[in-house]
């Protein structure tokens, strides 16, 4: 991690995955590092590329939704950086769920056919597709676990105003919608997703990240329908086999777990599955770009030199 001082930064926080740095009151930097984390804990060990590649995906996937809702992206003064619009941002992320699996299925398993205040219909099997897409909204924790809630609840707590609420519900099925034609394009399905929205004045803006491996899961479409007949594990590209090796290792970030070791071979593995991820879903080949953290900050000082706050 590089803590950076930038001309009038006013705060820094370093997340699970990014360094988010405050410009004035008007602008943000975030910088997708290569740290990887799973069950909210961060693993030891970075891996190569990955900050660039879900910088990349993510920037990408902004400008192909653009037309859908306003966003935060104003440019990518590097490959692992963003500078965008500083929003207020709503206290609940915004999950939508095309197909049973991951919570959704371990409730469902569970016998419990609601989830978030939404029914799941009877006589599913895991990956199944519902019959229309799911919203299970979480709230957004600054410390701990984000907690499951339901769109009642949301508006009887006032969490979001009932106004905004419909606008940032109708922005995650359209955006869904577009992620999904997008994926069918690469021969993939996007399963689920979160979206976070923010508000600056009346408007509501797109923030964060959409549509990468750290925020999204997607099945290769090509034999999706002969596997679910076969009671098949889907073939997917997210980072789920990271979560699925820690489970394997007896790592789920509980008290008294460790984290498995993580070896140079594994770490190149996780490496070339990102890799492999953003070629997939953005169907151009990578390039992996190694700055130093002089050249990096060089590039997002020029580039916030150049930016009108107001624009």
């Avoid at 190569?48 to 902004?62: D, E, F, H, R, S």
């Avoid at 963003?82 to 939508?96: H, N, Q, W």
């Avoid at 897409?133 to 006032?158: C, M, N, Q």
Wanted: charged letters at 25%.
């Amino acid at each position: 991690m590089s803590n950076y001082q930038f001309p009038d930064q006013t705060s820094f926080y370093s997340g699970k995955v990014r360094d988010v740095y405050s410009i004035g009151s008007q602008l943000l930097v975030m910088i997708a590092s290569n740290r990887i984390s799973a069950f909210d804990v961060i693993l030891p060990k970075p891996i190569p590329y990955k900050g660039q590649v879900l910088n990349q995906i993510a920037a990408y996937m902004l400008k192909a939704t653009a037309d859908i809702c306003p966003n935060w992206l104003i440019s990518t003064p590097s490959p692992t950086s963003a500078i965008g619009k500083r929003c207020s941002p709503f206290k609940v992320e915004m999950v939508i769920r095309g197909n049973l699996t991951g919570h959704a299925w371990r409730t469902y398993q569970s016998g419990k056919r609601a989830l978030c205040g939404v029914t799941m219909q009877d006589g599913l099997k895991e990956n199944d597709y519902f019959d229309s897409p799911i919203i299970t909204p979480t709230t957004k924790a600054s410390v701990g676990h984000d907690e499951d809630i339901s769109r009642e609840e949301i508006l009887e707590k006032a969490i979001v105003t009932r106004e905004d609420y419909e606008i940032i519900e109708q922005y995650t099925r359209k955006l869904f919608e577009r992620g999904k034609q997008l994926a069918a394009k690469q021969g993939l399905i996007l399963v689920d997703t979160k979206y976070e929205f923010g508000k600056i004045d009346d408007t509501i803006y797109l923030m964060d990240e959409i549509h990468t491996p750290d925020s999204s899961r997607y099945f290769y479409s090509e034999g999706f329908e002969q596997r679910q007949t076969a009671g098949e594990k889907q073939q997917q590209l997210s980072k789920e086999f990271v979560r699925e090796w820690l489970i394997k290792n007896d790592f789920m970030g509980k008290e008294g777990q460790s984290v498995p070791e993580m070896t140079d071979e594994w770490i190149t593995t996780i490496s070339n599955r990102y890799i492999e991820l953003y070629e997939k879903v953005i169907g151009e080949k990578f390039f992996p770009q190694n700055l130093s953290d002089e050249e990096n900050f060089e590039k997002i000082a020029s580039a916030l030199n150049t930016i009108n706050p107001a624009g």
